[in-house]
């Protein structure tokens, strides 16, 4: 919440299995994924207008790291708006054979 408008300048994920999109209204921005892997793009140039909500949908690939990648994953998605420190929104998954 805020008074101003807010920038996200960038956005990424931490594994290339994991991309982002930005959802405001009826726009969709992304996807957004891990940097230097052609995942997505990082830079974002999106303004978020006050009163506007935004949604940040995350999509995981669990079949990206092959049989080696079951058991609990935990992701991050950084997204830069200019403060001192990213907004670090995570989760974890179970992945299972």
Known sequence: SGTSDLT???MSTSCMCTSANIIIGNKTYGPFGMP????GFTKAG???NPGENVIV???FDPAAHGPAGIGEVSREI???TGA???VV???KV???P
């Open 36 to 39: 230097g892997h052609g995942g």
């Open 78 to 80: 950084y997204i830069d």
């Open 8 to 10: 996200i300048g960038n």
């Open 57 to 59: 949908k995350a999509t």
């Open 94 to 96: 179970n992945v299972t």
């Open 89 to 91: 929104l995570g989760f």
């Open 46 to 48: 999106v303004i978020v």
């Open 84 to 86: 001192d420190e990213p």
